[in-house]
């Protein structure tokens, strides 16, 4: 239990720095860009590279990474139907609704929450490396050729693979899958650029919260509801559901699906809606909601499945 409370008390204390650099004007809307392209193309791909460098095979291919991973994408149609056949959002807006609906926390509040609830490292490994691979190639190229107006079918093919994201994600699956030994003065650069990444991430997201009021009132506030909703409630009831009466699971593997369910909506989310300049109020007020909203639905699925 305690677990989850310093997970959420670290990123707190880092969203808290960067939401006073943009009070004392640190960071400004105009360097708040210039810092979004500064991890999307070289600090989270060191990141990402040495993380999924260092997974074993049997931790990325665990049998519970299925149940997460249904309900990621039962959040992702539920929210894109909403909001493109619904409310008639546009293709960029829509997929960044539905990343924040259902695309997870797993690294900066997943791992101390896998160490310290569920009791390894290794239960997070599996959703992390599903969203890097899977999730983020093409939710990145569906941005990339609906924001870029007519992109042939080459360019969209080829889109994953001009992308530093997927391709340190990919590079780091194939080392550690393959077990090859990545001289120590090439992976210990990567790891101290790398090491960036979520605090930059998260101050940048606290200077964003500056002078905003979270639901404010817009056309967006529906769309901020309704992947909140997605996130906090209905992921972790499809997991329970998925995990008890389809997959038979009990007990404390029924616990890790729901909890991995249970995370909030990544940081991440917030530095493609930055790049894109797509739905940024609708992403970063559903990260800010769902952090909170998290809390109560982790500590009562402790109490009640552990």
Known sequence: MSGVLSGFAIIAAVIAVGYVAGRLGVITPDTAPLLARLVFFVLAPCLLFTILATASTDQLLSPLLA????AAVAAYLSSAVVARVMWRRSVAHTTMGALAAGYVNSNNIGLPVAVYVLGSAAYVAPILMAQLVLVTPIALTVL???TKGRVSVGQVLLGPV???LVVASVLGAVVGATGLAVPVVVMEPLHIIGAATVPLLLMNYGASLHGIRVLQAGPERKDVLLATAIKVI????VAWALGA???GLEGHDLFVVVALAALPSAHNTFNYA???ATAELVVRDTILLSTLGSVPVLLAAAALLK
């Open 162 to 164: 001009r992308n530093p």
């Open 144 to 146: 990339d050729a609906s």
């Open 67 to 70: 149940v997460p991973l249904l």
């Open 245 to 247: 009466w389809v997959f």
């Open 234 to 237: 209905g992921m972790p009831a």
């Open 274 to 276: 930055q790049r894109y």
